[in-house]
Nanobody, 116 residues
Framework: QVHLVESGGGLVQPGGSLRLSCVAS????????MGWYRQAPGKQRELVAR???????YYTDSVKGRFTITRDNAKNTVYLQMNSLKPEDTAVYSC??????????WGQGTQVTVSS
């Protein structure tokens, strides 16, 4: 099993930055990819960014050029650097791991609020 713990959410003004962290523990070697999802009130959960074990990345269009996902394998940690934050980025952000042979592990979620 894989256990995920997120940190780094909070309140930030528009244009500001935050960095989310997600530490994985357990069956680390079974993780195929890790990413961040978000869900705003009244909206469907969406994949924000993902990074594979090979280092390939994916970003949803609305965050390209503003968000960067990276991973530190030595620390079993994935980061989401969020710059130029907008009010529409406000959501609960959840860390996700795609674990072989085929299930998803989830963190508890962390609130990100972008407001003046």
């Amino acid at each position: 099993q894989v256990h995920l713990v997120e940190s780094g959410g909070g309140l930030v003004q528009p244009g500001g930055s935050l960095r989310l962290s997600c530490v994985a523990s357990g069956s680390i070697s079974s993780i195929n990819a890790m990413g961040w999802y978000r869900q705003a009130p009244g909206k469907q959960r969406e994949l924000v960014a993902r990074i594979t074990t090979g280092g390939s990345t994916y970003y949803t269009d609305s965050v390209k050029g503003r968000f960067t996902i990276t991973r530190d394998n030595a620390k079993n940690t994935v980061y989401l650097q969020m710059n130029s934050l907008k009010p529409e980025d406000t959501a609960v952000y959840s860390c996700n791991a795609v674990v072989l042979p085929g299930y998803n592990a989830w963190g508890q979620g962390t609130q990100v609020t972008v407001s003046s």
